[in-house]
Antibody
Framework: EVQLVESGGGLVKPGGSLRLSCAASGFTFSSYSMNWVRQAPGKGLEWVSS????????YYADSVKGRFTISRDNAKNSLYLQMNSLRAEDTAVYYC???????????????WGQGTMVTVSS | EIVLTQSPATLSLSPGERATLSCRASQSVSSYLAWYQQKPGQAPRLLIYDASNRATGIPARFSGSGSGTDFTLTISSLEPEDFAVYYCQQRSNWSYTFGQGTKLEIK
């Protein structure tokens, strides 16, 4: 079964750090780009970051650039998000999502994890 | 940044009816437009990618159309499990944005 399982969420104070992990199974992890998408409570979806299959290309939303770092370990089938200088507005459920492989390119996310909640509050 | 505007914000229909959801982009996104369904407490599920391609396992009652700036998700005959929030999403220059969502509720 194709599966993504996030972990590492929790309560952190403003200015603090947290590292999220996403464990992949049931597919050839090293062949896919991976992504983080977040959703603040009661709000819509916001793309956070993407990393290509070999880590050659990395992209961030402006809202997290310079504070968050995406990485992956293909040998461990794992995706990570290091979050520093956290703010109240970073409070959200964080989803890892697989980039679809399609003829037109990676334009959508076809597999999602169940999400992990990050709360930034004093 | 490309902004996606979805309409209506809320759509009230009955099972068996046809649903038409709209997504408009602030500039052309070619055909790089996807649709997702999200139910309360669940992760989003990909329905349509590249404007009109159904994702694996998605029923034929879901269809997508459009190109450039105007896109439509159509559900031909609503099933009880289709009542949820729907998001459109675009990719441009390795940046992705989502629309604000359309809530499809039971009338």
């Amino acid at each position: 079964e194709v599966q993504l399982v996030e972990s590492g969420g929790g309560l952190v104070k403003p200015g603090g750090s947290l590292r999220l992990s996403c464990a992949a199974s049931g597919f050839t992890f090293s062949s896919y780009s991976m992504n983080w998408v977040r959703q603040a409570p009661g709000k819509g979806l916001e793309w956070v970051s993407s990393i290509s299959s070999s880590s050659s290309y990395i992209y961030y939303a402006d809202s997290v650039k310079g504070r968050f770092t995406i990485s992956r370990d293909n040998a461990k089938n794992s995706l990570y998000l290091q979050m520093n200088s956290l703010r109240a507005e970073d409070t959200a459920v964080y989803y890892c999502a697989r980039g679809i492989i399609a003829a037109a390119g990676t334009n959508a996310f076809d597999i999602w994890g169940q999400g992990t909640m990050v709360t930034v509050s004093s | 940044e490309i902004v996606l505007t979805q309409s209506p914000a809320t759509l009230s229909l009955s099972p068996g009816e046809r649903a038409t959801l709209s997504c408009r982009a602030s500039q052309s996104v070619s055909s790089y437009l996807a649709w997702y369904q999200q139910k309360p407490g669940q992760a989003p599920r990909l329905l349509i990618y590249d404007a009109s391609n159904r994702a694996t396992g998605i029923p034929a009652r879901f269809s997508g159309s459009g190109s450039g700036t105007d896109f439509t998700l159509t559900i031909s005959s609503l099933e009880p499990e289709d009542f949820a929030v729907y998001y459109c999403q675009q990719r441009s220059n390795w940046s992705y944005t989502f629309g604000q969502g359309t809530k499809l509720e039971i009338k």
